[in-house]
Nanobody, 125 residues
Framework: QVQLVESGGGSVQAGGSLRLSCAAS????????MAWFRQAPGQEEREGVA????????WYADSVKGRYTVSRDNAKNTLNLEMNSLKPEDTATYYC??????????????????WGHGTQVTVSS
């Protein structure tokens, strides 16, 4: 069973930056795909934000392209998300996900078997 624990959320003003991390266990797990999703208040579906394949190849949603950077450290079993130029519309609970879909992108939540509990990101204007 893969367990995922997110950290690094918080509150920031528009234009600011935050870094999210996700630690995966057990130590020898290396999911083919790791990803970040987010869900804003009142939103029914989780929105795919970014994903990175086990070889490091990233993919981004258009809404965050150029502002977010996703990376993973396979030796440490961690997934990171650098978020810059944050906007109020980025406010959401951010979830780490892991799985082995045939293709990591585009991001569909149903393709990921393992989820963290989420970390809150709040961007004020």
């Amino acid at each position: 069973q893969v367990q995922l624990v997110e950290s690094g959320g918080g509150s920031v003003q528009a234009g600011g930056s935050l870094r999210l991390s996700c630690a995966a266990s057990p130590y020898n797990v290396n999911p083919r795909c790791m990803a970040w999703f987010r869900q804003a208040p009142g939103q029914e579906e989780r929105e795919g934000v970014a994903t990175v394949r086990i070889d490091g190849y990233p993919w981004y949603a258009d809404s965050v392209k150029g502002r977010y950077t996703v990376s993973r450290d396979n030796a440490k079993n961690t997934l990171n998300l650098e978020m810059n130029s944050l906007k109020p519309e980025d406010t959401a609970t951010y979830y780490c996900a892991a799985g082995a879909p045939v293709s990591c992108a585009p991001l569909f939540s149903g393709r990921f078997a393992y989820w963290g509990h989420g970390t809150q990101v709040t961007v004020s204007s």
